[in-house]
């Protein structure tokens, strides 16, 4: 409470690097269950990789890294004191966050409409190669879906701060932490998008 | 700048009184390391209790063959809830959320950790996963019964509340990679002028090792606990062979973080150790760039051999070789802490005082259990002594024997640097006596037991079996009256206790160089350290 917040700017860095760590390990826990699973049904998950909609997955890849290019934009505004432009540019990018899941509510809930979703009878009938291919479509993209809402919160509330003065030139560095985890939001997606959507 | 100089000044109360605020709000949103240390020693000391209570009522249904005291499904959810809490509320929180915050901001010099408000955000994390835990165990199904390691397929079809108590130690996991990370921050970023590398003290390094396998290996365990929600919740079957799942991935994932959290249990207290040792030895410690880089070593060491737990699961041959051999190199760096404090004992001018008599039979308990480990690490002899008591014998030497009695070492020595008063000495010397000679009576015995075939979660045994368990549960109750002496002389002492001031332990340390009880910012000017942790001339002690 009495504490003088001095202001470490490595140090503030270096956290949000070693949380970047600890998001890549629990995405890492998935891709090891899709490397271990593609070895054991190679052919189930092929024949399931070609139902997704590559087209849709394609836009959203476009639509995340133009939003990590606003992202980087608005922390170079800021440093600039373009504190309009910086809200402008974040605002972009909550855009293109929201365009993604309204992409993504279409592609879940056609292939729900189908009957495709963990636990349903149709993938119970199927190959339990399938099965598992959906299980983890779903757990990996509704866990990177949420990580989208929870970083266009995040940047909204840092652009709230960005507007009333409190993130400036001098003091951006919650503004690039913000804009580094969106970074990873969209890497992250980078992984997943050629896993399930393209090479199968 | 002389730091004898300012530990003689008067505190008047330290922060204790002098943030201006009163009352509980004081406590639990303030920012300051020594508070919100406090508030975690007194959450995972509550914790510790009730899982000893939950560990004695097994003890005396294993009294003798049959239903003794409840039955079987009671029994079953009762040691799921004593792992549970053990681990999840007490043992992995317990070094870091409370020593950790209280002693190591000061032992490096800073006036608090990297993050203060992400520090107290980690407690609140606890504290509420805590809650979901305990809401967990009287709501839905009752408590859970798969044991702590929550294994697949059968936590994911019982009916106990289950999903529940998984989300509480999903919450606890992130208020865990919070302090991690704040913890290599702030001891990266943090140490005052003249704290080089070379000068960190032991118990210091300990925990920055520790943070590191908090912040690499709890992920895993995130996204495991996920899995079995989902599974449990949506059905995902990523778990379920018929669905084209496999449970060992399961044992794959939620060993690979929690093998190396044993270290997160362990390292701290070997860091305790590290620093009591030498201080009532009279003597520097022998090999401290040894026992720094050893910390590093079994945690990353540590973090590769999750496989020894799966021995009789189904894997590869291969697979268990490697991890075989794997297991058994985390006993060098292990060896090397115990010769290293084996060889600060020589020679010195010991004073056999409680912390230290804690300290030197955490060493001998802590060889008992890491020995017993090699006898599981090697395949061929796992495979007769698995899933036995020798197992339990086994882990609850090196977490209770090992981690539990250094936090007790850890409480005689440092928390009266915190209250300005101390314990009653005789009182703490016969709890020690009787916590060492029951915990041995109790864990040796159940090694006895398993090496003998007794499984170990049985709710029944058969009569051969009696005559130990009798012995075990015997040494169960001895162990308990200590620790309920130690807890009364302890606290007591505390509040009521003879002065405590200046540094009458002659430790070399910085956390001895400021006033007692330690001031808001724990400095009253910026301090320049000028000789080593150990280096007790330059402290101006004899």
């Not at chain 1, 269950?33 to 024949?47: N, W």
């Not at chain 2, 190199?329 to 060889?343: C, D, H, L, Q």
């Not at chain 2, 005789?426 to 041995?440: D, H, Q, S």
Request: hydrophobic content about 50%.
């Amino acid at each position: 409470m009495s504490h003088p917040m001095h202001k470490d700017y490595t140090g503030a860095k270096l956290g949000m690097w070693l949380f970047l760590f600890t998001e890549l390990l629990l995405f890492s826990g998935l891709f090891l269950l899709y490397a271990v699973y593609l070895r054991r049904y190679p052919h189930e998950f092929t024949t399931a990789g070609k139902q997704l909609n590559w087209v849709l997955g394609s836009a959203n890849t476009v639509i995340l890294l133009t939003s990590s290019l606003f992202a980087a934009m608005a922390v170079t505004a800021a440093q600039r004191s373009e504190a309009r432009r910086a809200v402008g540019l974040i605002g972009g990018t909550i855009l293109c966050a929201t365009g993604f899941m309204i992409i993504k509510y279409f592609e879940w809930s056609a292939k729900i409409g189908h009957g495709i979703y963990p636990g349903s009878e149709h993938l119970k009938a199927g190959a339990p190669g399938e099965s598992v291919f959906f299980g983890l479509y779903y757990m990996t993209t509704g866990i990177h879906g949420l990580h989208v809402l929870i970083g266009g919160g995040l940047l909204a509330w840092i652009a709230a701060k960005v507007k009333g003065g409190s993130v400036n030139a001098e003091h951006f560095v919650l503004l690039e932490n913000g804009a580094l985890y969106w970074h990873l939001v969209d890497l992250i997606w980078i992984f997943i998008f050629p896993l399930y959507y393209l090479i199968l | 700048m002389n730091q004898v100089e300012q530990a003689d000044i008067p505190a008047a109360g330290g922060f204790w009184n002098d943030t201006g605020k009163r009352g509980i709000t004081a406590w639990i949103f303030s920012t300051d390391h020594k508070r919100i240390g406090l508030l975690y020693l007194y959450s995972v000391f509550g914790f510790f209790l009730v899982g000893a209570v939950l560990g004695l009522l097994l003890r005396i249904e294993l009294m003798a063959p049959g239903r003794t005291i409840m039955n079987a499904q009671t029994y079953n959810a009762l040691f799921t809830v004593h792992g549970v809490v053990m681990i999840f509320l007490f043992i992995i929180p317990g070094f870091q959320g409370s020593f950790g915050n209280l002693v190591m901001p000061i032992q490096i010099g800073a006036r608090d950790v990297s993050f203060p408000r992400l520090n107290l955000l980690s407690w609140w994390l606890f504290i509420i996963g805590a809650v979901i835990i305990v809401v967990a165990l009287f709501t839905g199904g009752g408590p859970p019964d798969t044991g702590w390691t929550f294994y697949v397929p059968f936590s994911s079809r019982t009916g106990t509340n289950v999903s529940l108590a998984v989300f509480g130690v999903f919450v606890i996991g992130f208020s865990s990679i919070l302090t991690g990370l704040n913890f290599v921050t702030t001891i990266h970023r943090l140490r005052a002028e003249g704290m080089s590398w070379s000068r960190v003290p032991l118990f210091t390094w300990s925990l920055y090792a520790t943070a590191w396998v908090q912040i690499l290996a709890t992920p895993i365990l995130a996204i495991t606990l996920v899995l079995v929600m989902a599974e449990r919740l949506l059905g995902t079957g990523l778990f379920d062979p018929g669905q084209g799942g496999d449970p060992i991935m399961y044992q794959h994932l939620f060993w690979i973080y929690s093998h190396p959290a044993v270290y997160i249990m362990i390292l701290p207290a070997m860091g305790v150790i590290s620093d009591i040792v030498p201080v009532f030895s009279r003597k520097p410690i022998f090999g401290y760039k040894m026992i720094a880089f050893s910390s590093l070593a079994i945690a990353a060491a540590g973090s590769i051999v999750w496989g020894h737990h799966m021995f009789t699961s189904g894997m590869s041959d291969t697979a268990v070789l490697v991890f075989s051999f794997l297991t058994f190199i985390v006993a060098i760096p292990s060896a090397i802490k115990v010769f290293n404090w084996v060889s600060t004992l020589y020679k010195g001018s010991i004073s056999l005082e409680a912390p230290m008599l804690f300290a030197l039979s955490f060493i001998l308990l802590f060889s008992i259990g890491g020995l017993s480990g090699l006898i599981l690490g090697a395949a061929a002899t796992d495979i007769h002594v698995h899933d036995t008591h020798f197992v339990v014998g086994h882990f609850h030497y090196v977490m209770f024997g090992g981690a539990g009695f250094a936090f007790f070492a850890a409480m005689h020595y440092w928390l009266p640097k915190f209250y300005g008063r101390r314990y009653a000495e005789k009182p703490a010397v016969i709890a020690w006596a009787l916590m060492f000679t029951g915990f041995n009576i109790l864990y040796f015995t159940m090694q006895v037991l398993g090496m003998r075939g007794m499984p170990r979660r049985y709710y029944d045994y058969l009569p051969e079996f009696a005559p130990l368990n009798l012995v075990a549960t015997i040494g169960s109750w001895i162990l308990a009256a200590g620790l309920v002496l130690m807890v009364i002389n302890l606290f007591r002492g505390l509040f009521k206790g003879a002065e405590f001031s200046g540094n009458p332990w002659g430790g070399a340390t910085l956390e001895w160089s400021v006033p007692t009880p330690p001031p808001s910012e724990n400095f009253l000017q910026e301090p320049v350290v000028t000789h080593g942790p150990y280096d007790y001339r330059g402290a101006g002690i004899p």
